[in-house]
């Protein structure tokens, strides 16, 4: 039985870090196991513009180690000007741009309301290399919550692809069988990002003896078909599918109210989930792919020259970390991040 793990240091291709107090308790956590990420711009207000990310990123290098890299994306709305998401691509600012349908998850309300408003983003993009992430459900009352991301497929992402066949598009934390088969059958310039938390989840960790608002998130997890499903994707080896923990903090009384918000914080002990599932598929040997390797190809950054090193140990998860109720409070995993 493998005892430690080597591989080089990982990535995290989908994280919010938050703002002001918030982003000093969390910020730290995440730099501490990934050389760089892909920072969610939804903010109250949202970065929609090159000067907003050149300061939010200030603020974020202002809490973590010199070694990690904040990667910025643009807030896409219906008034997104072109000319701006070209500027801050060209001036190394911003590294992709985020669709969030609006009133989708959190701080969404001044997404985008339909497609077809950011067509000249989206041709820019194309034409300039810019990553696309996308929130990938619709937001249509009419549509089961369950349903969201399939119907998202259908209705919005497979004619964006069609329609910008050369347009580089991460469809972000999937969660249905759905989207794994839609990626895995896709073109070469569509990728995905697995959480941890729908690895470990299916819909029944919201009601297990009661409503559990720590256990949901957007997308909501989803039946155990759909988990496997998502599993089997992550630990396959396929070059499509990467790290991207979604770890989105929420203080305690947001969470326990009488409407709590949505959003994991697995950012203290996400390395540790995501090899506790390798370790139970089998799959160790393809960990340091998924974590470290297929999201800098995709994205087009060298991969990270230095390493990390697990160890098989038991990690006890506390109840309570900076405040915040972390992803596994209670409950013990199979590896340690060492140092």
């Known amino acids: 039985m493998v005892s430690t793990i080597t591989i080089r240091r990982p990535d995290d291709w989908h994280v919010h870090l938050r703002d002001g107090a918030m982003l000093a308790a969390v910020a730290p956590f995440t730099a501490r196991q990934f050389a760089r990420a892909i920072v969610m711009p939804n903010l109250d207000p949202p970065v929609t513009t090159v ?12 809490t ?63 034409r300039i290399g810019m990553v696309l992430c996308v929130h990938g459900e619709v937001t249509d009352a009419a549509v089961d919550i369950f349903d969201r991301e399939a119907v998202f497929i259908e209705r919005i992402l497979a004619p964006l692809l069609a329609d910008f066949p050369e347009l580089k598009v991460v469809f972000e934390h999937v969660t249905t069988r759905q989207a794994v088969d839609f990626v895995t059958d896709g073109p070469a310039n569509l990728a995905a990002t697995i959480t941890p938390h729908h690895l470990h989840l299916n819909r029944n960790a919201l009601f297990a003896g009661g409503l559990r608002p720590h256990a949901y998130c957007l997308p909501v997890a989803k039946r155990e078909e759909h988990r496997l499903a998502v ?29 709590g918000c949505a959003g994991i914080f697995n950012a203290p002990f996400a390395l540790e989930s995501y090899a506790t599932v390798f370790d139970e598929e089998g799959a160790l040997d393809r960990f ?10 995709f994205y087009g950054l060298p991969r990270n020259r230095d390493t990390i090193t697990l160890d098989r140990a038991a990690l006890a998860v506390p109840e309570d970390v900076a405040g915040l109720v972390p992803f596994h409070a209670g409950q013990t995993l199979g590896w340690r991040l060492a140092g």
């Open 51 to 62: 000067t907003a990310a050149q300061q939010y990123r200030t603020r974020i290098l202002e």
């Open 64 to 126: 973590t180690a010199d070694s990690f890299q904040p990667l910025m994306t643009a807030y896409l709305t219906d008034a997104t000007d072109p000319d701006e998401l070209e500027r801050g691509h060209s001036e190394e600012v911003w590294v992709a741009a985020k669709l969030y349908p609006a009133g989708a998850t959190t701080n969404s309300a001044s997404g985008v309301t339909d497609i077809t408003r950011i067509r000249p983003c989206l041709e820019r993009m194309q």
């Open 231 to 259: 599993r089997r994707a992550a630990v396959g080896g396929s070059a499509k599918f990467f790290l991207g923990t979604d770890s989105a903090p929420h203080p305690r009384s947001a969470k326990e109210s009488a409407c």
């Open 288 to 297: 340091e792919g998924f974590a470290s390797d297929h999201g800098a190809d």
